[in-house]
């Protein structure tokens, strides 16, 4: 349920107008490009050391089970703006719950939302001057990754949500019009995959 409400948190916040998803041919085009991510994820779990623990169910009909709720969710959201019983002004620090939803943009977040699962990049840990532990960064502020090598699983599973984001970007000029909301979005060339390994830092992210 917290992913299905993360995801809609990100339509939310996405430009764009309201619009309901386009032909099957615009979700087939969005499958097309995640199935090859889902399967080197069951690649990945199955060569790790630890075959996999923790890998439950990434696969591709995790994603779309979680599509179908998605956008079932947003649309009783909507519904329940629009009859004046959810809604209203936010709080400070909180997005208001909205009747416009873009269902492309939602379902192909839902099907992209695992990707990362197959692996790709990871940060490091450290530890602030209060003890609280960080994520490092360089000189001008900016997160340092370097490339998994995908056989500690664990931190394949910790970052996995960090990776599916970079795969949405990384894929952003393949999907199709309906599920592109990419305006405010950088070029990302150093995140490319087959990247020498070492650290890298982000790039080009708002």
């Not at 995908?150 to 795969?167: D, I, K, P, Q, T």
């Not at 000029?173 to 020498?196: D, H, N, V, Y």
Request: proline share 3%; net charge neutral.
């Amino acid at each position: 349920m917290r992913k299905i409400l993360a995801l809609l948190l990100a339509c939310m916040l996405a430009s764009g107008s309201c619009a309901a998803a386009e032909s099957g041919n615009t979700m087939e085009a969005v499958r097309a490009l995640v199935q090859p991510y889902y399967s080197a994820a069951i690649e990945v779990a199955l060569n790790s050391p630890d075959l996999g623990r923790g890998f439950t169910d990434h696969k591709m009909a995790h994603a779309e089970m979680v599509a179908v709720k998605a956008v079932e969710t947003g649309r009783a959201i909507v519904e329940a703006v629009q009859r004046g019983t959810l809604g209203g002004e936010a709080p400070a620090g909180r997005v208001a719950k909205s009747g416009e939803i873009d269902y492309a943009v939602l379902e192909a977040a839902a099907l992209f939302h695992d990707t990362g699962m197959c692996g790709g990049y990871a940060l490091n840990e450290t530890v602030d001057e209060n003890g609280l532990t960080v994520y490092e960064t360089d000189e001008n502020g900016r997160y340092i990754m370097y490339a998994e090598d995908n056989l500690n699983f664990a931190e394949v599973r910790v970052f996995h949500s960090l990776n599916s984001g970079l795969y949405v970007l990384l894929n952003r000029m393949e999907l199709p019009s309906p599920c592109r909301r990419t305006a405010r979005i950088r070029s990302m060339k150093s995140l490319e995959p087959g990247c020498s390994r070492g650290k890298r830092s982000i790039k080009g992210m708002v």
